[in-house]
């Protein structure tokens, strides 16, 4: 995934020669903290946040020119880079957003944390039932009941709690990927009962085969 | 996993006599775009963010009761209920931060959306090896060098390219779960892939143990 998937092209700039008053008005108008200085043919040449404007404003400076954080001090990222360094860099830095930029230093995107919160949640809240569905798929000849029934036994042999094939069903539609790798202790864990599951039932196929 | 395991309990809060102008400083020295406002017992009273410190900047208001926020516009999440609330919270509304409140409303810590990249961040850094290292364990007697050899032949198989189980090997090494399931088109793929390959190994083991 490239920072460009991941950017929302929708946002607001200013110029160097606006004045913070009305700047503030627009940002709290969007409510983004954060908004890019563009020159007049859209080059990212400094950036503004909040913080900026307070004290701005405070200490009666009249145009963003006076306030600006200088190009040196923003970290960027280019429309073609893995979409992966904006989220270390968000991680890393405690950023709100982050300018993205085209090979020709115009800003074509901004990249936020709750946008990444979103991204990276989606895959939270996948269904369990949704990877047991891909592994019914995949094993040709072993049938859901069979995958349940496994689970069963796999659940029972790691947890030491009986559970029947039917209530363990009902668990994997209701809960999450997300909820599954808390509960097991790490993603690790949860693809290593997947794999039991699977060694389970593909030994039994397997015997089945070779009768 | 709960909401006070993920809150950072270091956080800056006002309360609504505070100045204006002094809270603003504080905000720009802890680089915080929000607060809580608290009574004389630590209980959330109101909220500030910094479009209604620039507002009361611009208009000259003078105290945080003149600016914020009304405890019903607030967002909060109890301290016991579960992480994921405040994860799908901060991406369906854009939020920067949420305060988390224990039984008696008092805060105890705030959950930032950085804070939250940061967690659900280091689930995609974990190294695809690591996964195949559980694998490794889960399936007594099937040897790193038979699955290495596996998943070569299940590469082939689904992408056409030919790739050595050394290429294989050191690609696993190499790339994280997060590129793996945006390479292989999601999660249930992923795993598919993996099932797959499990499936090949057992398929031998079980062959051999027959023999």
């Known amino acids: 995934m490239k920072a460009k998937e991941l950017m929302d092209r929708d946002f607001v700039y200013v110029s160097p020669s606006d004045d913070i008053k009305k700047v503030s008005k627009i940002m709290e108008e969007v409510r983004r903290f954060t908004c890019p200085v563009l020159d007049e043919n859209n080059k990212l040449i ?5 913080f900026e404007i307070t004290k701005g404003l405070r200490e009666n400076n ?3 020119s006076e306030i600006m954080s200088p190009l040196e001090d ?5 429309e073609n880079e893995p979409a992966k360094r904006a989220v270390l860099a968000t991680a890393n830095n405690q950023f709100v957003s982050l300018p993205v930029l085209n090979d020709d230093d115009v ?3 901004i990249i936020r944390a709750c946008d990444i919160v979103e991204l990276l949640s989606n895959l939270y ?4 039932s949704k990877i047991y569905e891909a592994m019914e798929d995949q094993l040709k000849g072993v ?3 069979e995958l349940m029934e496994a689970s069963a036994v796999v659940s029972r042999r790691t947890t030491g709690v009986k559970i029947t094939p039917e209530q363990y069903e009902k668990n994997i539609r209701n809960s999450t990927f997300g909820e599954a790798i808390w509960t097991t202790g790490g993603l690790e864990k949860f693809f290593a009962g997947l794999i039991a599951v699977g060694e389970l039932v593909i030994a039994r196929k397997v015997g089945r085969a070779r009768k």
Chains 1, 2 share one sequence.
């Open 74 to 78: 923003i970290v960027t990222i280019n």
């Open 125 to 128: 809240e996948i269904k369990v």
């Open 62 to 64: 009249e145009t963003i």
């Open 143 to 145: 049938t859901w009941d």
């Open 107 to 109: 800003v074509v995107g």
């Open 46 to 50: 400094a950036w503004v946040t909040s």
